[in-house]
């Protein structure tokens, strides 16, 4: 089935078709001379220095290396990827890339927040279109390997990555208020003095105003009744697409090189979003009925009620935190808890196999991330549950690894 003919899928059988095209696009490699699908990238990485290292260690390799496995080792770390770390990486590796320090991106000033591209971004960051390629290939190796990451990004851009242009409309997805204005000034008509064809921008340094003209001399052209359809189709382009262009072209650019751009011309952006960013809602009961149990567990043990119990009381950010910790990625994949996947790629349910308590001090939830499992000590009361499962929570990423 091509691509035209996937558009008219409905969203989970779409989300079948695209799996099963990453698969082939896998499959490809192995089939060019000299490339060796066992072949993997391993990036060493500081964890003091995780953005640089990452960026100036795959920067070097070919679009066709970053479609092959990559491993993850941190130096001075003890622990081995056998796939846990890789989805790790990639989820901390997207929260580096669209923080504000980076200045990559700024959050929409809209009720659901999600990202834009920052039009200052040349300011902020030296090597700033060699690092929106780098997000493109980062966004793109999630979809590829099916690995859920935080990425919401805002409307227009999801548009431009499955070939569908902007719309009016789609300003109310980057500023709210902005969007409501237009609106406003397309409905009413003009009376006095309501500016000209300029907007304003601020510099990241000095909070200064920028003018920005829309159109030649727009600095001396007032807007009027008569031409203010114009105003309103030039800010709203200047907004959506001229502000960023080189930004977003060299983004798409990055994204493509490991996806064909065909492929996610099938997609609708909400599936887009929902195969990239997966299942915001980390729902306990989906967990549960997605979970064996091993050694003397079973679904009815006393200390398996009291797991679930704790994760039940938790909030969605400790939930996060607490699913990152377990499977490396604090995303549930598109299709809930019955997506999570090994690191072959096949589906792995989540695993809860008991250990033994020793009450040593020593008595850690364990995790392994690649297989989706934890070993879980017989505790002997909820409180205990609920002390180590909160230490897990309250301990920084680069710590948790640790316990495995």
Known sequence: MNSK??????????????????????????RIPGFQRSDAITLLIERSHFLRDSFEQLRTRT????????????????CQDAGGLFKEWLT??????????????VKTKTPQVAYIINVNSDKCCAKHLDYFYFCGQIFAKALFENVAIKAYLCKPLLKQLVGLKSSREDLKY??????????????????????????????PVGNKSITVELKKDGRNVAITEKNKAEFIDLACKYYLSNSTKTQRYTLAEGFFSLIPKEI????????????LCGDSIISIEDWK???????????????????????SQLSGSELESFLHF??????????????????????????????????????FVVAHTCFNKVEVPEYRSVEEMRKAIKTIISTPICYQFSFE
């Not at 003009?190 to 907007?199: A, H, K, P, R, S």
């Open 5 to 30: 003919q996937a558009v008219e899928l409905k969203t989970e059988d779409k989300r079948i078709w695209f799996g099963a095209r990453m698969a082939e696009l896998k499959k490809s490699i192995g």
């Open 63 to 78: 679009d066709l290396d970053l479609r092959g496995d990559v491993r993850i080792h941190y130096l001075d770390e003890c």
């Open 92 to 105: 901390v590796l997207t929260g580096e890339l669209l923080s504000p320090k980076l200045g990559l991106f």
């Open 174 to 203: 980057i500023d709210t208020e902005l969007w409501r204005s237009m609106e406003y000034l397309s409905a009413n008509k003009i009376e006095g003095d309501v500016g000209n064809f300029t907007v304003t921008e601020i510099a």
């Open 264 to 275: 996610t011309q099938a997609l609708d952006c909400d599936e887009l979003e929902l195969f």
């Open 289 to 311: 009925a997605n979970t064996r149990y091993a050694g003397n567990y079973n679904k009815d043990h006393q200390v398996v009620r009291w797991f679930w119990e704790v994760l």
């Open 326 to 363: 377990c499977t490396g990625s604090n995303r549930v994949p598109a299709e809930g808890f019955a997506g999570l996947t090994s690191n072959n790629g096949k589906r792995s349910r989540f695993v809860v196999e008991s250990r033994e308590f020793k009450g040593n001090g020593t008595d």
